[in-house]
């Protein structure tokens, strides 16, 4: 019987082949039964960060899921830009998610507005794929910097909401609306301010009609909102403009008028 060759060209080959199959099947093994796992985990850090948006912080895992349950009441999606509507001692605030570029690679962010009349910043959470430790990565990593934007106004004009006041500068000239970029990170701030511009000004024109179709309920009409409860949303068995709330005058289906005017 002969010997085998262990210096042979063959046996090398043979041997990296089998190593090689043997390894990539271990690794696959072990990333599928991790899986689940990391997607849990890149799920409860995106509900961290709307969290950290809404000046929520240092919560472990199982109270941030029960924050954020508590919390966001419905989300939304248009545009390829998600939304989540949330309400925090009985006020509305909705939540806005940003991508942009930064000066290496890719960041992003959360900014919660509130107020009808005139909407300002909540709260604000940015991150970033790979900006300069101490420099650019400020954005995520100075909570200091990121507070600086809490009750900046954001648009020019409330009642239309396509032009966004908002922005990060150099130099503040008018500290309603503008925040100082962060020291020796001019392009990354560059970016954040490019990031804020456009996808505010598409939450503006996008997420009053969003949560219309989001909170309201099929049953009820276009433009009623079932939190709101305002004059006119009735479910569709009811009369235009009457509301079982109010219980007013013919306001029933015709077969329960008869019930109505007994009550």
């Known amino acids: 019987m002969s010997k085998l060759k262990t210096n042979s060209n063959a046996y090398i080959i043979i041997y990296s082949t089998i190593l090689v199959v043997i390894v990539a099947f271990l690794l696959a093994f072990v990333y599928q039964a991790l899986k689940p796992m990391q997607d849990a985990n890149v799920a409860l850090d995106v509900k961290k960060q709307i969290l950290y948006s809404l000046n929520i912080r240092d919560l472990d895992g199982a109270e941030a899921e029960a924050k954020y349950a508590e919390v966001v009441k419905a989300e ?20 806005v998610s940003l991508k942009g570029m930064g000066l290496w690679g890719g960041i992003s962010g959360y900014v919660s507005i509130h ?14 794929e790979g900006e300069t430790a101490g420099l650019g990565a400020e954005i995520k990593d100075s909570q200091a910097w990121q507070e600086r934007f809490i009750g900046k106004k954001v648009f020019v004009d409330p009642a239309d909401g396509s032009e966004v006041a908002l922005s990060v500068v150099k130099k503040v000239e008018d500290p309603e609306t ?23 000004q598409n939450a503006g024109k996008n997420a009053v009609e969003l949560f219309i179709k989001t909170v309201c309920t099929p049953d009820q009409k276009e433009g009623c909102c079932q939190a709101g409860k305002k004059e006119g949303c009735c479910q569709a068995d009811k009369k235009e403009g009457c509301c079982q709330a109010e219980k007013k005058e013919g306001c029933c289906p015709a077969e329960n008028q008869t019930k109505a005017e007994e009550e």
Do not use: R
């Open 115 to 128: 107020g009808d009349e005139t909407p300002v910043v909540y709260g604000a959470y940015f991150n970033h």
């Open 76 to 95: 939304g999606e248009k545009d390829g830009q998600k939304y989540y509507l949330c309400e925090i001692d009985g006020e509305d605030i909705l939540v």
């Open 178 to 200: 503008q925040v100082d970029c962060v020291t020796g990170a001019t392009l990354t701030s560059n970016g954040v301010n490019d990031m804020l511009k456009s996808g505010l």
